[in-house]
Each structure stands twice: as structure tokens, then as C-alpha cells.
């Protein structure tokens, strides 16, 4: 089980970001994910494991002008 914006999540063997962003439909193009505090960058989403018991937080970006 891990936690996604303080919410559970059932977690699996060789979760990544990206299937965490895949399971919550998380499709807003400019996020920041955080695993246990530390940043994720956005190239590593399809490889970046997510171990079992983490926090994961996913912000959404906004710009405007």
C-alpha cells in the first residue's frame, strides 16, 4: 500500500510513477511527483520505482500570465 496525495493506493512489484499517474488518471501535462520528498524528474517517470509503504505527492502546475 502506498499513499498518493494522502490517499491509498494498492501498490505491486515494480510499481513506477508513471503507472501511479496511469491508475489516478493524472493527464495534466505540467506535474511534479515526489516519492517520500524527493523530486522525480519527468524523463525518469517510465523507470523511476515507487516502493511499497512511499508517499507520493503529485502536484499540478499552473501557468498563466
Known amino acids: 500500500?502506498?499513499?498518493?496525495?494522502?490517499?491509498?493506493m494498492d501498490w505491486h512489484e515494480?510499481?513506477?510513477?508513471?503507472?501511479?499517474?496511469?491508475?489516478?488518471?493524472?493527464i495534466f501535462r505540467m506535474l511534479i511527483v515526489r516519492i517520500d520528498?524527493?523530486?522525480i524528474r519527468k524523463k525518469d517517470f517510465d523507470t523511476?520505482?515507487?516502493p511499497d509503504g512511499a508517499s507520493?505527492?503529485?502536484?499540478h502546475l499552473i501557468s498563466g500570465g
Open 37 to 39: 520528498g524527493s523530486l
Open 14 to 26: 515494480g510499481m513506477t510513477v508513471r503507472d501511479v499517474l496511469r491508475k489516478r488518471n493524472y
Open 56 to 59: 507520493v505527492d503529485v502536484i
Open 48 to 50: 523511476a520505482l515507487v
Open 1 to 8: 500500500m502506498i499513499q498518493v496525495n494522502g490517499e491509498p
